[in-house]
């Protein structure tokens, strides 16, 4: 979940500041890192296992709300790269998740 939090913050970085920041995970928050609260429009998750997909499809939404993309997509896009495996476990690893919230905010690797 690290990874995930680390490629989630770069998406809601600006254009301009983006470009200068390494693809390092950042630490978690702990005791002297406050945690970061966003208000979300929640998305219902369509599959009993896409809950990663839906919490990358919320963030993505919150940083680019004029842009919104579906969960449905976000799916699509992890089967097609096989990054998202729907019946075999753990569905999407946290690498994974990464990478599909790393291509929805225009890093591709």
Do not use: W
């Not at 970061?36 to 219902?44: A, D, E, F």
């Amino acid at each position: 979940m690290v990874a995930l939090a680390a490629a989630l913050a770069l998406c809601a970085a600006s254009a301009s500041y983006r470009s200068s920041l390494a693809l390092e995970p950042a630490p978690f928050p702990g005791p002297d890192i406050p945690a970061i609260l966003l208000h979300v429009n929640p998305v219902q998750k369509s599959q009993a296992n896409s809950c990663g997909e839906a919490a990358i499809t919320m963030a993505y939404n919150y940083a680019y709300p004029a842009q919104p993309v579906s969960e449905l997509k976000v799916i699509r896009y992890g089967i097609a790269h096989s990054l998202y495996t729907p019946h075999r476990v753990p569905f999407t690893s946290p690498a994974s998740m990464s990478a599909i919230a790393l291509h929805f905010c225009g890093f591709r690797r």
